[in-house]
């Protein structure tokens, strides 16, 4: 008997690997993880205190039973709410102008650390930039960086999805904190 060429073992060889790689392409796992579009921006959350009702940007709106809505309460504020419409600039000035608000609510949930669920908008209202971004996700704010995705846009922002990295860029008791948001988006229309 003769021998049996090892060409159609070969050729198949190259067939399993050709068809592998056309349908990673096609489930899109090659897409490639370049942002199609990058933006900056500062958001300044001062926290109601009993006092600062005039310059709030943000208000406990709910609290456990052993707490109140005036001060955070103990074991890492588990369980209280927060509601916030805080103003949005393109540097760290609190006192820069705004290009929109960041609107939404964060919730503290867990008692052994501090680590929150974050909900909100961007909402633009400036020459450059109208229409909104949609937030969601878990912020471990111990964390330096933390990421939270993009889920949504309206207007400019029109579909967009991406991912949100989140700093504290500076934090004074717990009255004022300004968070910096590095935003990529991974889908543009
Ligand atoms: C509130 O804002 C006013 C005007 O910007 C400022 O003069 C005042 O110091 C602020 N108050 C607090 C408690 O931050
Ligand atoms: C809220 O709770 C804090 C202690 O966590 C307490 O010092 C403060 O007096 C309480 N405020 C009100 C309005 O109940
Ligand atoms: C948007 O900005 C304009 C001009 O500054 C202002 O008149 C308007 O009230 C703003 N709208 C909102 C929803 O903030
Ligand atoms: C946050 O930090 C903790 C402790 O340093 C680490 O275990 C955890 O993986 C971090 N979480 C994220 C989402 O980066």
């Not at 820069?96 to 919730?107: L, S």
Request: glycine share 8%; proline share 4%; net charge neutral.
């Amino acid at each position: 008997m003769a021998p049996k060429s090892p060409l159609p073992n070969l050729f198949f060889f190259l067939l399993l690997i050709f068809s592998a790689f056309s349908a990673a392409i096609a489930s899109g796992k090659l897409r490639s993880r370049r942002p199609c579009r990058r933006l900056v921006f500062y958001f300044h959350d001062i926290l109601y205190n009993g006092e600062n009702a005039a310059n709030a940007t943000a208000a406990i709106v709910g609290a456990p039973a052993w707490g109140n809505t005036t001060v955070l309460t103990g074991m890492n504020h588990f369980g209280d709410v927060v509601v916030f419409d805080d103003p949005i600039t393109v540097d760290n000035d609190l006192h820069g102008t705004p290009v929109g608000r960041a609107q939404g609510f964060y919730i503290y949930d867990k008692k052994e650390i501090f680590t929150a669920w974050l909900g909100f908008s961007f909402v633009f209202n400036s020459t450059e930039h109208r229409g909104s971004l949609n937030f969601a996700g878990a912020d471990p704010l111990m964390n330096k960086t933390r990421d939270v995705s993009v889920i949504g846009g309206t207007g400019d922002f029109f579909m967009a999805r991406g991912i949100a990295t989140l700093s504290t860029d500076s934090f004074e008791g717990e009255v004022y904190f300004r968070l910096r948001a590095d935003i990529k988006l991974y889908e543009c229309w």
